[in-house]
């Protein structure tokens, strides 16, 4: 199982760029053989898909919503994944989670649900003000 430690989120005004790191502990074999994404939960709300990527970084997938603003990308030298968060909303602000999900998920809306991924991060906070 991946451990999963989130890096600090922070508060950005509207059109500002934000960038997550999640830093996976365990070894390395088992990081560069996850599928990667990430989640956000606003309050209220159930968690929801943000972005994927393959074990490999070959294979990305993203929600309508980010399409375009965001990229998710990963260092499996580094145990690492990331997202770069560009022209944040109001609308983002959320707890922001990564994930683990086994190699060979396939991204599709009908996968890309919590109950696809095995290993969560403790979550970070992001806050977007207009």
């Known amino acids: 199982q991946v451990q999963l430690v989130e890096s600090a989120g922070g508060l950005v005004q509207a059109g500002g760029s934000l960038r997550l790191s999640c830093a996976a502990s365990?070894?390395?074999?088992?990081?560069?053989?996850?599928?990667m994404g990430w989640f956000r939960q606003a309050p209220g709300k159930e968690r929801e898909f943000v972005a994927a990527i393959s074990w490999s970084g070959g294979s990305t997938y993203y929600a309508d919503s980010v399409k375009g603003r965001f990229t998710i990308s990963r260092d499996n030298a580094k145990n690492t994944v990331f997202l770069q968060m560009n022209n944040l909303k109001p609308e983002d602000t959320a707890v922001y989670y990564c994930a683990a999900g086994p190699p060979w998920l396939r991204f599709s809306t009908a996968t890309m649900t919590p109950a696809s991924w095995g290993s969560w991060g403790q979550g970070t906070q992001v806050t977007v003000s207009s």
């Open positions: 365990g070894s390395g074999r088992t990081f560069s053989s996850s599928a």
